[in-house]
């Protein structure tokens, strides 16, 4: 019995000592962990996150590209980011793009935008666009666009974007160009029909129907059309919408009709860009019933009074203008020589250099605060490219004061941010604005890089926008030279887990964009 009781005793004594050996090897592994087990650690800083509305100072733990830890307790990193006095928010996400060349995607990221996604005009060649930014400072993403299938069967026009259009043609009116004014043949849209497909099989994240600049011909069916592909693949519509007046019977807030009432037949998701335009209260109203019967389509703006766009366009006309009480000399801007032009002048342009870019200031200043305050808006910039004043592609280390453009390119999520704290609102809705809504919405439609994406989390992708709320500001203005000049208080931008932007200038070795991409359709 005595011999029975010594054996039980020692296999206790061995067990004991075996489970204490068993969390010494714990607290070494906690202490490992704790002395740079991290890649990057956020220190002190005000973590923020929309969708949990946790709102407390935390550090933040980054491991291979993803949030390992929200601790208040003490850790260590390779790479230690101080962020005392500092927010920690998701990585801002901007759903309208254009063209954006290596310049303009610095002038993003110094903004805090972690993906940028070229959204309403889209491209033609989905799998070119992701082969070429597969070096890329940014998450990259596009839709199929509608508008240079329509350039290539109606025109032959082999453009892959906006930009390249841009450079191929010097007039969408001249030379019997047709994509945005004839309506196809049955045969003709067939083949814009089997682009759109091609593009969606290949990964894109939508459909682009810039609709706004073809609407005369662009019929309804075919826009119906075009959006039931989308549908069919479970994928967004992004429209800049039909229609570019404030009065009947062409009224912009009409355009937006089209776009959701299809989503809602169709079933499908849907983004109804820039609708900050005239008739923005009842476009704001409409948006918000679909929401609350569960339709995932939602609203975009951005924080200007102005747009931007190419003199030729058909609503930057005259007789828009005139028809809307407007006076073109106190209306269209040539961002070129920072100068207003005269009625006499746009016409002459739209005829002789209609590609021109021109900023158009058709919306009250004083509404931007009541667009910022809007639950559920996204921002999207609409980033024009950065280019010199003769139109010509700058390159990424160009000086600042050379970029001609819209100041959105550079400082709309700067902007957002101000017109936020100026006017006393709820710091945590603009985030939501500036990256979860857009993650959420996109995430809902399956894809998978966007569910990781627009929250601060464990098990989260690590894309964060390290700012001051009390002196973030942009400084890009509507002024030759300072066009293109980016924000301050934007000291640190993490792109998948990487520190891209440190001490408010670019990493120049930071290359960690990710596509933003659905899988591949055999």
């Not at 490992?32 to 949990?52: C, S």
């Not at 169709?266 to 209260?281: M, S, V, Y």
């Not at 926008?465 to 293109?484: C, E, M, Q, S």
């Amino acid at each position: 019995m005595k011999q029975k009781l010594r054996k039980l005793f020692a296999a206790l004594l061995a067990l004991s000592l075996g489970s204490g050996a068993l969390y010494a090897s714990s607290d070494a592994k906690t202490k490992a962990q704790t002395k740079g087990d991290y890649d990057v650690v956020i220190l002190n800083g005000r973590v923020m996150d929309p969708e949990t509305k946790t709102d407390k100072v935390l550090n933040v733990g980054i491991k291979d590209g993803i949030i390992k830890t929200l601790t208040n307790k003490k850790i260590e990193g390779k790479e230690t980011i101080n962020a005392k006095g500092l927010v920690v928010a998701p990585g801002f996400i901007d759903s309208h793009i254009h063209g954006i060349t290596k310049l303009g995607r610095k002038l993003l990221l110094l903004d805090g935008v972690t993906t940028a996604l070229a959204t309403e005009f889209g491209v033609l060649d989905v799998d070119k666009f992701y082969n070429q930014r597969k070096k890329w400072r940014g998450n990259y993403g596009a839709t199929v666009g509608l508008n240079v299938a329509r350039m290539q069967v109606l025109d032959h026009i082999t453009a892959q974007d906006d930009i390249d259009w841009l450079k191929k043609t010097k007039d969408a009116a001249k030379d019997g160009s047709k994509w945005s004014t004839k309506i196809p043949s049955p045969k003709e849209e067939k083949q814009i029909l089997a682009i759109i497909e091609k593009g969606l099989k290949r990964g894109a994240i939508g459909v682009g129907i810039s609709v706004g600049y073809a609407s005369a011909g662009t019929t309804a069916r075919e826009v119906y059309e075009t959006q039931k592909l989308a549908a069919k693949y479970g994928r967004i519509t992004a429209s800049h919408t039909r229609f570019g007046s404030g009065l009947p019977p062409d009224e912009f807030v009409l355009g937006g009709d089209e776009i959701i009432a299809n989503a809602m037949y169709l079933k499908a998701p849907a983004i109804f860009q820039h609708f900050h335009n005239a008739d923005w209260q009842l476009a704001a109203e409409i948006l918000q019933k679909v929401q609350e019967q569960g339709r995932n389509i939602w609203g975009e703006i951005y924080p200007y009074a102005a747009y931007s766009t190419q003199a030729g366009s058909e609503f930057v006309s005259p007789e828009n203008f005139k028809r809307n009480g407007m006076d073109v000399s106190k209306t269209v801007l040539d961002p070129s020589t920072g100068k207003y032009i005269t009625e006499e002048e746009l016409k002459k342009m739209r005829k002789e250099n209609p590609n021109h870019l021109v900023v158009v200031f058709s919306r009250k200043k004083e509404d931007i605060p009541k667009w910022v305050a809007l639950k559920g808006a996204t921002i999207g910039s609409d980033a024009m490219p950065a280019l010199d004043a003769q139109g010509n592609v700058l390159p990424e280390d160009a000086p600042y004061d050379k970029i001609v453009t819209h100041p959105r390119a550079a400082g709309a999520h700067s902007r957002t941010l101000r017109v936020a704290r100026e006017n006393h609102i709820p710091l945590m809705d603009v985030l939501a604005n500036l990256s979860y809504w857009t993650a959420k919405h996109l995430g809902d439609t399956g894809l998978k890089s966007m569910q990781m994406r627009g929250r601060i989390q464990e098990g989260k992708i690590a894309d964060i926008t390290i700012f001051d709320p009390k002196k973030v500001a942009d400084r890009a203005d509507y002024l030759p030279g300072k066009n293109g000049l980016p924000p301050v208080g934007i000291p640190y931008v993490l792109v998948n887990g990487v520190v891209t932007v440190k001490n408010s200038k670019l990493v120049p070795d930071a290359y960690a964009g990710q596509p933003i991409r659905y899988p591949v359709v055999k």
